[in-house]
Each structure stands twice: as C-alpha cells, then as structure tokens.
C-alpha cells in the first residue's frame, strides 16, 4: 500500500488517495471468493466447485470487486492514518474506488480530522459558587424515609384515613353497565398513593371495615383505555379491613436497627457529611459548568459535522442498549416519547455539540499545561472503580476500555485545573425591600388596575 496524497479541505476534513498494490488487491479477491463459493451455482458444476475464473468468465470480470474492496478499504485507510500519523475522528467514506488497468485498487477516502482549536481565556475565569449547606430538614427526610421503609403494618379498628391502606373489592359501571377491567377483589389500594384515578382514593377515607360504598370519578382524557376516555363512573366498593402504617421512633435503638451507629445523633451526622458530600459534588459541577462555558464561548473550532453526527448516534446507541437492559424495546420507549428513531437522533445531536466542544477545550488546555495521565492515576481510578462495582480491581480491568479512562481521567484533570485557577464569587444578596417601599409598590399597582 501506498498512501498517495492528503489534501485537506474546509471543515476540518481530508481527502485521502492511497494506492492498494495488485498483489493485495487479487488477496482481496480470493478471501471474498472463498467467503461466497459455497452459495455459488453454476451449471455443470456442484454448487459451491466452480472455479474462480469460471464463475468471472460467466458474470463478469468485475463480480467480487466490490466486495474486495470493501474487504481491503478499512487497512488502507488505518495504514494511511499509521503512516502519516493522522489524528482522525469519526467513521471516514469511500469517495471513490477504481480499480486501475494494472489490476491495483485506488482509494480516495473522505476523512474528518481533528479540529484546530484555538483558546481564548481558561485562568483567572470568574463564576458563582454556591456555598453548600445542610438544613436539618433535610435530615429529617432521610431518616423519616428509612422510617417509612421500616415501618410495619397493623389492622386499625377505626375509619380509614389518608395514608392507610384499604382492603376492597371494587366494580366499575358506565352508565349501570359494568366495563371489561374495571373489577378487583381483595386489592390492597394504599390511600394517597395515586395509584387509582384521580379522586377515587379520597373517597374511601372514613369508610370503615365492612361498609359497601360507592365513588364516583371521571376518566382521565389522556387515559390508555380508548372507550373509557373522560366518562363518568361508578364504582361499587366493599371495604374488608382497613390496616395503619406503623413508622418506627427516631431514636437510637432505630439507628442500631438500620445502621452501623450506636445513636441517633451519630447516624444523623453520617447523613448530614453524605449530604454535603452529594452537595459539594453538584456544587463543584455546577460552577464547572459556568466555567466551561465561559472556555467554549471564548474558543475557536471548526466542527465538521460528521464528527456531531456520529456522536450522537452513540448517544442512542447507548441509551437504547440502557433502555432494553431494563426489558424495554428502544420502539416502545420512543413512542412513548413521541418521537422516532431520526427525529430522536436528530435532538440528540445539540447535546452531542455541547459535549465535543467541551472535550475539546479540556483537551486542549491539558496540551497547553502538560497535563498527563500517568499509571498511578489509572491505579487510582481503577480502585475507585472497583469499589463502586464491589469487584476486584483484576476483573474491573478484563471490562475496562483503558483509552476511554484514560481519557476520562485527563479530562477530569484539566476541569480540575480550571476550577483551580479560577475566581469563586459568592452568591448575590437578595435584594431587600424597605417596607414603605413595598407599600408604596402596592399602592401604585393597585392603582394602575382599571375599574371593574
């Protein structure tokens, strides 16, 4: 092979001419014959027997060449990237492939480079940094949560209220017929949880363990069901039990319960350090993200559109293989959005710009401030990695893409630089109103109404 020449053109793109030898070229075409002969027929011969030069003879010279070159393209483009040491992105095109009287094969591929990025300023970058705060409030959810997910259940002998949950054998009618679906025996319908249609629930609080009652509803207009769409009905209900939630107390027998601390003190210090944890971590992305905003405005890129393009469709491909891990089919999941797979990709393609611009200023900086990835860096990440997973740092590596974490890592090192030399300004003041002014505001607001 021989790569011939490189001419680059607008939008960071090249056209390459590489020369495929004969030699390599006829090795092409006895690896696509050998792949296809067994399909092939002709007469007089046993199917998949006939020579190479027969089956040529009969239909044409030419037969295999299109799938020898494909066969031979994907070499001749990464020997042509190896021996010019190109830095490519995206998947390249065959612009044209002509196979010469020498029975050598010329390729001319259309291939993105990496774009040419020029920065404006990265240091000394001026953003809000909100200070990051734990209310008591907060912890309070979180232990009433682990309340809620300890609690027991019991029989109440008394009328059912919000939050109970209420043992009913139920029949819907549409205008005194009964409907397909709209029967239950014995369903467990927790009060409050909106799990039946709007205003069902509500009307079971006070009903007490053996009243037969009715509710009366109205079908939702966006309901799944076509011919119950905004109709009234009835539902006949009879209430077997009605059964009260249980919460645990806050104390430190329950911190023993449902953790490792000894008091209910210590275990709400735990999740007061976990929550400003999770909250300096949003903290920091967030004022990352002003920042970076500020690098990627100030920078000049030439974006070829392939490179976007491409990069969203890894976004769906990505997702949809998330989506279908959860037993959904990625068809269903869009039109449940909606949308279709083009339209879908074609909205992904603005979050895909946003990426790459801000990879490519990361990348860039990391180039200008010698920032590099070393071994211990890998160890690092690797064990933080594992620990996550509960896996071994061995078997994290066998399902490790190590270029892709090690590009990971320098981006993270070149974002913590700029968070480095950055300026965190606090958060504004919220403006005070003087309570004349406020009056004073009112009043003339009041007075440009007109009259009634």
């Not at 209900?237 to 009260?244: A, D, F, L, Y």
């Not at 860039?364 to 690797?382: C, F, N, P, R, Y």
């Amino acid at each position: 092979m021989e790569v011939k020449s490189i001419e680059k053109k607008e939008k960071n793109s090249a056209e390459i001419t590489v020369s495929v030898s004969p030699e390599e070229f006829e090795a092409a075409l006895v690896k696509v014959f050998n792949k296809n002969r067994k399909s092939i027929q002709i007469p007089g011969f046993r199917k998949g027997k006939a020579p190479r030069k027969i089956v040529e003879a009969m239909y044409g010279e030419s037969v295999f060449y299109e799938d020898a070159i494909n066969e031979v393209a994907p070499d001749a483009y990464f020997y042509s990237v190896k021996e010019k040491e190109l830095k490519v992105v995206a998947n390249p095109s065959i612009e044209d492939a002509k196979v010469e009287d020498d029975k050598s094969l010329t390729l001319k591929f259309n291939a993105v480079l990496y774009p040419e990025v020029e920065l404006g300023q990265y240091k000394g970058l001026e953003a809000v940094r909100k200070a990051v705060k734990v209310d008591p409030a907060e912890i309070d959810m979180e232990v009433d949560q682990l309340r809620e997910r300890n609690a027991t259940v019991q029989t109440a002998e008394r009328p059912a209220k919000f939050g109970d949950t209420v043992v009913i054998d139920y029949e819907g009618f549409i205008d005194g017929v009964p409907f397909e679906g709209g029967k239950g025996e014995k369903h467990d319908l927790e009060i409050g949880s909106n799990s039946f249609i709007p205003g069902f629930e509500i009307q079971l609080i006070g009903a007490s363990a053996g009243d037969d009652t009715e509710v009366n509803v109205t079908f939702p207009e966006d309901y799944h069901a076509e011919n119950l769409k905004g109709k009234p009905a009835v539902f006949k209900c009879h209430v077997h039990e009605v059964k009260e939630k249980l919460l645990p107390e806050a104390d430190d027998e329950f911190a023993k319960d449902v953790s490792e601390f000894d008091t209910l003190a210590d275990f709400r210090k735990n999740i007061e350090d976990k929550l400003i944890k999770q909250k300096e971590s949003k903290t920091r992305d967030d004022f990352l993200d002003l920042l970076l905003a500020q690098v990627v405005d100030g920078m000049k890129v030439d974006l070829n559109d392939a490179m976007v393009e491409q990069r969203a469709q890894q976004m769906v491909e990505d997702m949809a293989q998330r989506i279908q891990n959860q037993g959904i089919s990625f068809d269903t999941y869009l039109s449940w959005m909606g949308t279709n797979l083009a339209d879908f990709t074609k909205s992904q393609q603005v979050t895909a710009e946003k990426t790459i611009r801000q990879e490519l200023a990361l990348k860039k900086i990391a180039d200008l401030e010698g920032i590099t990835v070393g071994e211990e860096d890998k160890e690092k990440q690797l064990a933080k990695l594992a620990e996550q997973y509960g896996m071994d740092v061995d078997t994290i590596k066998n399902f490790m893409d190590t270029d892709m974490m090690e590009e990971s890592i320098l981006y993270t090192k070149a974002a913590d630089f700029i968070i480095e030399n950055a300026v965190a300004l606090p958060e504004p003041e919220p403006e005070k109103v003087e309570p004349a002014e406020a009056e004073a505001a009112a009043d003339a607001e009041t007075e440009e109404k007109p009259a009634e």
